[in-house]
């Protein structure tokens, strides 16, 4: 899953990059093009479970952060090129400068979150409302050469394109729209950018890091309204500069700064996972106890084949258990005699934190 981590210059978006991917990051990049890093999703529960099982190798859920070169709003927008790289992202985050230094001058001269937030996402409006157009236009024009009882599916898809349109036209980005699964379905190839889920990062004063949640639940209640947003107030400064160092100095920085206690790659990379309607499952063995993302909603044959085509196809039942209640029982075998692990089969919808063991036959 690719997140891009767009904003205007001097957000902070190389800084968040840094805090989030500390020792994984090119040794050179260049401020015009994407730099990615591929970073590990931290996760407690699956530190617990491989350190039950004695897991030789823990792999974690990973996701692949593309720092983009700054975008400009207003009269003179963001390049097409950078629009272009842009709609591949599966999720957007946007880095605000929610900052007070005067070292670091705002691009638009004042700090004003709000402000920010709407006349990004009014670029990404304008972005999408060019496609919509161009499609709608394509397709008025194919219909003429097809029978007027026929037009079924293309009518639908000209209704839908039409009532993108006039929310992109009155400002409304499509994730607010609350899009079926169908409606999401037919527009899947045109990779409209403000249909993306967004998360919003306030990058904050080290003195606000006590403040967060009040901040996060002030952007919550105003501008941050929308379907598929969150928000999460970081001081991505102090974050990036606790982020090179050793873990027990961390721990002393993180109180020396007034940092809360959990860094801010965990929250945040969590929140990416859940705004991109993933869950976790996890298989616990001793050769490697890892997470697995799946969407939502996923029956157990499919989840099976996450972990390999094999076992799919080869399914012929799951043994489940919550991860809270494996560890309560501190083995399978306890597990088992307790009656808290279950035998499911290929229907079966896997919740989030689920522990799976898949008997298969190939
Ligand atoms: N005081 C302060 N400075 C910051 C903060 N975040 C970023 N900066 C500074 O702002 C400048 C631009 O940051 P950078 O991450 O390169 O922004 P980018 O243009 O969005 O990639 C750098 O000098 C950072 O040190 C912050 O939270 N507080
Ligand atoms: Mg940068």
């Known amino acids: 899953m690719d997140v891009a981590l767009i904003g205007l210059a001097s957000s902070g978006k190389t800084s968040l990059l840094k805090a989030l991917a500390a020792g994984h990051l090119p040794a050179h990049s260049n401020p015009n093009e994407p730099t990615v890093a591929v970073v590990k999703v931290p996760d407690e529960r699956l530190d617990r479970l491989a350190t039950l099982v004695h897991a030789r190798k823990t792999t974690y ?55 920010d937030v709407t006349s990004l996402d009014l670029e990404l409006c304008f972005a999408d409302l060019a496609i919509v157009e161009r499609r709608i236009e394509r397709l008025t024009a194919e219909m003429r050469s097809v029978a007027a ?8 898809e000209l209704a839908l394109l039409n009532s993108l349109k ?28 403000s249909a993306k889920p967004l998360l919003i990062v306030l990058n904050i004063d080290e003195a606000d890091a006590g403040r967060t949640a009040e901040i996060e639940a002030e952007a919550r209640g105003t501008y941050a309204t929308a379907e598929q947003t969150s928000v999460i107030a970081v ?39 859940t705004l991109l309607g993933l869950i976790a499952f996890y298989t616990a063995g001793e050769q490697d106890t890892r997470a697995w993302s799946i969407p939502a909603g996923t029956p157990a044959v499919k ?18 258990i919550g991860w809270q209640e494996l560890l309560d029982a501190g083995s399978h075998a306890e597990a088992k005699k307790r009656g808290t692990m279950r035998v499911e089969g290929k229907t079966y919808e896997v919740q989030d934190g689920d522990v799976i063991n898949v008997l298969f036959n190939v």
Request: no cysteine; charged share 25%; glycine share 8%.
């Open 61 to 115: 859920l990973e996701l692949r952060l593309i720092d983009f070169p700054s975008f400009s709003v207003g009269k003179k927008g963001p390049p097409p090129q950078l629009l272009g790289e842009l709609s591949t992202a599966d999720l957007v985050v946007h880095v605000v400068h929610a900052f007070n230094d005067d070292s670091v001058p705002h691009p638009l001269d004042s700090v004003d979150p709000a402000r």
């Open 166 to 193: 006039e929310s992109l036209e009155s400002e409304q980005p499509l994730r607010s729209l609350g899009l079926s699964a169908e409606e999401q379905g037919m527009l899947s190839g045109f990779n409209l950018i």
């Open 303 to 320: 989840a099976a084949g996450r972990i390999h085509s094999d076992i799919e196809r080869g399914f012929i039942r799951a043994e489940v």
């Open 235 to 273: 001081p991505v400064k102090g974050e990036a500069d606790v982020a090179e160092l050793s873990p027990e100095e961390a721990v002393e920085f993180r109180k020396e700064l007034g940092l809360p206690d959990q860094p801010a790659a965990e929250r945040l990379l969590q929140a990416a996972v």
């Open 149 to 156: 009882g026929a037009r079924g599916a293309q009518e639908r």
